[in-house]
C-alpha cells in the first residue's frame, strides 16, 4: 500500500518533468486561487491583529459614551433620522455620571473637529490635522502619555485658556528645529500657546493617525468650535471585573436624565474598545467569506484545467495504460495512479501560490507598509481545497483510464 | 496439464454484424511443452492469443489454466492472473517510453507488490539472462529493437510465470536479430520454460517441437511444427 502510494507520487512527478510549461499552464487556475486567498488572508490577518493591538492601547477599561451609533457597527441599518434628533450629550451628563456612578473611576469629555489647518508666524499645515478638545482627565480614559511639557489642568480648562497640546507629527511639521514649548500656533486665525507634546502613538486600522492631532482644553475648545456640540464622554471603570456594572450605571443615570421610557431603546451609544474591535472582526469576516467565494470560482477553473490536463494525459498514455493492464495492475491501481496524479499536479499548484500568497503579502509589507501576517489555518485550508479539487476533478479521467481494455490500449499509437 | 481449452467460442459483434473469431477450440498444452500458433491473419490466432493470456474471454468453452477456471473470471481477478502466470512478449516490444529497463523489467513485480529491494535483484537477475546486463539503466529509445525485445523478454521472465505467451516476438526485427531471439526462445525452453508463440510464419512454426494450425477460427491441424508447418494454407 505505501508501495504503491510512493510508486504513483514517482509517476505523478514524473509527468510534471516530462510537460512542465504545459503543466504549470494548467494549473494557473489553482495557483492564482491559492495566491489570492493567501494574500488577502494575510493582510486581513495582519490589518486585524493590528488594530486589536491599537485598540488595546487606547486606554484599558475604558468605555465610551457618544450619541452616534460607531461607524463599524453592521447589526442592521441604523435610523438615522431619528439618531439626528438625539438630544446632544453634554458636560452636565458627564457631571452626573462621575457622581451618581460607584463603578466609575474617572470619567473625561471631547469632542473633535476633523481636517483643520495649523499655522505658525512661518508656515501653516494641510487642512488635515484633528482638533480635539478634552478634559484634563482625557489623558488617563485615552491612554496618552506626554513626551514633553505638560497635559492641561484644571484651570486650563475652566477659564478656558488658549494653551495646546500637540501630537508629534504636528509638532515634526510645524516646529522642526525648534522646541514647541512655548511657542505659538494658530488655529482659525486665533492664537494658542503649546505647552506639551504627546508621545507618539502610531495609527489605527493603519489610516487614523493619532500623531497628527492638537489638543485643546474643553471650554476653549467650545468657544472656538461652538458650545452646542455633542461631546463623547470617556468613562474609565476601576477595574476589568466593574466594567459591565460600570456600563449598566452609565445607562441607568443618562436613560433617567434624558427621559427614556422603560420600553424604549437608549438614545445614546456605549462602545468599548472590545465592542469596536469585534466589530471589525466581524467585518473583517466578511471580507474573509467574500475572498472565499472568489477563490473558490478560481479553484474551479483550476479544477477544469486539472480535467482537462488530465484527460490530455490518459489519452497520450492509453498504450502505458494498457501495457500496465496487461502486466496485471487492477483497475483500482490505475485509478489510484491517475487520480493521485491529479492531486499531487493540483497539490503542487497549491504549493506554487502559496509561494506567490507569501512573496505578495512581504511585498505588501515591505513596499506599501502594510501589517500582513499569514494565518496558518489559511495555508491548511488552501492546502486542502488545492488537493480535493485535484481529486475531484481527477477522478473522472482516472475512471476512464481504469476502465481501459488492456488489448485496445496496447494496439493505440 | 497446464492449458486446457475446450470447446472456446468467442464471438464479436461488430456493428450488427456477428463475427465468430473463434467457432470451438479444443488445446491442451503442457507445462514445459514449446508450441508455435499458426494462421494466417483472420485465422483467429490472434483472438486465440488473448483467451489465452487472459486479456480475453470465451463467449463459450472452458478454460484451465494452471488448475484455475479462467474462462469466467472479472477483469480484477484475470489482472492477477495475468500478473502471476503469464509473461506477454509482444511484437511491439510494449515498453514503458519513460521508463529505464530496470523499472521495465519490474513492472509486474509492483503490481505483485514484491519489495523494491527483491523487485531490483530479480529485476537484475531477468536482465542478466537475456543478455542485457550493462544496459540496465537505459531507457527504450537507447536500445536496438533486438535489445528493447530482450528487455520484454526479461519482464517476461521476471514473474516467473507458468507460460511464456510470444504474439509475433521478431516480427519487427530484422531476420538476424529475429534468429538471437529465437535462439533465446529455444534456451528458455530447454531451461524447461513452457512457451506459446503465436506467428503466422511457417519457417518459425517450423523449428518448434509442436505447432498447431489455426484456420477460421478451428484447429485445423496440430502435431510436430516441421510438420504443421509444411501443410498447405488451402487446408
Redesign the interface.
Known sequence: MI??FI?NMRLAL?TFR?NPLRTLLTLLGIVIGVATVITMMALLEGLRLKVNKDLSQLGANVFRVEKWPSGFNLGGRPNWQRISKRPALTLADRKAIAEQCPSVRVTSASSGQPGQKVATAHTESQANVFIIGATPEYIDTAGIEIAEGRFFNDGDDSDGRRVAVLGPDVVDRMFPKVSPLGQEIRLRGRPYTVIGVLERRGKVLGMFNLDNMVFLPMQTYLGAYGKRRSVSINVQAHDQASMDKAQEEVTRVLRGRRQVPNEEESNFEISTNESTAKTLNELSNVVTAATFGVCLLSLLVGGIGILNIMLVAVTERT??I????????????ILMQFASEAVVLSLAGGIVGLGLGYGLAFLGRWALDFPTAVPVWAVALSLVMSSGVGLVFGIYPAARAARLD??EA?RSE | MLIQLSGIERTYTVGTEKVHALRGVDLSIDAGEWVAIIGQSGSGKSTLM?VI?C??TPTRGTYFLNGKDVARMD??SL??V???EIG?V?QNF???P?ETALANVE??L????V??AVRHARAQEALVKVGLADRVHHRPNELSGGQRQRVAIA?ALAGEPSLLLADEPTGNLDSATGEEIIKLFTQLHEQGHTIVLVTHEPKLAARCPRAVRLSDGLVVADGPGKEVALISVAA
Open positions: 508501495a504503491a510508486d514524473g516530462a498504450k502505458e494498457g501495457i500496465r493492464k496487461a502486466l496485471g495492475a487492477r483497475k483500482r491501481r488492456p488489448v496496447m | 488473448n493470456g486479456l480475453d477483469d480484477d489482472a492477477d495475468r500478473n502471476r506477454f509482444f510494449q515498453l514503458l519513460r513492472l509486474p509492483v503490481y505483485r507488490g519489495k523494491a519482464r
